[in-house]
């Protein structure tokens, strides 16, 4: 029974700043890649950045320079620090997480989402 829950999303104005954070709990073995995906009505989700279980982030192009991911393994917990934000990213953003899980194989987890409305 693997959940994700996301928290510390809102209203912001444009240039603002927001800190998301996803915690992974239930039966977990270990904690393999983590990130954060977004979706905007009508457009298709996308990914905004990752990191993986040795701390290597990688970023969406549109986000590199403003966002800054970070995870505590210790925790279960992926964070996501968005600055500067811009109406345009304004979306659902959704935690995701590979998993080990018993008795000892891979898996795949979202969290229902947290949404993010930039603007002034």
């Known amino acids: 029974q693997v959940q994700l829950v996301e928290s510390g999303g809102g209203l912001v104005q444009p240039g603002g700043s927001l800190r998301l954070s996803c915690a992974a709990s239930g039966s977990i073995i270990s904690t393999i890649d983590m990130g954060w995906y977004r979706q905007a009505p009508g457009k298709q989700r996308e990914l905004v950045a990752s990191?993986?279980?040795?701390?290597?982030?990688s970023y969406a192009d549109f986000v590199k320079g403003r966002f800054t991911i970070s995870r505590d393994s210790a925790k279960n917990t992926v964070y996501l620090q968005m600055n500067n934000l811009k109406p345009e990213d304004t979306a659902v953003y959704s935690c995701?997480?590979?998993?080990?899980?018993?008795?000892?194989?891979?898996?795949?987890?979202w969290g229902k989402g947290s949404q993010v409305t930039v603007s002034s």
């Open positions: 995701n997480a590979r998993l080990v899980v018993p008795p000892g194989r891979f898996d795949v987890y």
């Open positions: 990191i993986s279980s040795g701390g290597t982030s």
